[in-house]
């Protein structure tokens, strides 16, 4: 079974940086997209970069020139920079990595991780 494992999270203070990591397993196949999104408190999961097998990355607009998404193809991991971080970036951060469609009868395969908590706090 694909497994992927989140890992770098912790408590920083404004304007600290962390890097995150997404390690994963059990997958044969490169990943056509890996992702990271964030889930704050009654807050909904949104999408914070996401980045191709080819390299092409996107950013939501707050995190645009402060976060930073590569990954390594060879281990299907992927990995997130964050500089000058706000006490609003405060969420639990998700991996996510997905194989798309070939065919229009196929499906989108993709798979989650656990999560790790990033605090912004003085």
């Known amino acids: 079974q694909v497994q992927l494992v989140e890992s770098g999270g912790g408590l920083v203070q ?10 994963t397993s059990g997958s044969h ?3 056509d997209a890996m992702a990271w999104y964030r889930q704050a408190p009654g807050k909904q999961r949104e999408l914070v970069a996401e980045i191709t097998s080819a390299g092409s990355a996107n950013y939501a607009d707050s995190m645009e020139g402060r976060f930073t998404i590569s990954r390594d ?6 990995y997130l920079q964050m500089n000058n971080l706000k006490p609003e970036d405060t969420a639990v951060y998700y991996c996510n990595a997905r194989y798309d469609p ?6 989108t395969r993709q798979y989650w991780g656990q999560g790790t908590q990033v605090t912004v706090s003085a």
């Open 73 to 78: 193809n060879t281990n299907n991991a992927v």
């Open 102 to 107: 070939v065919s229009a009868i196929a499906r």
């Open 14 to 23: 404004p304007g600290g940086s962390l890097r995150l990591s997404c390690t």
């Open 29 to 31: 196949f490169s990943f």
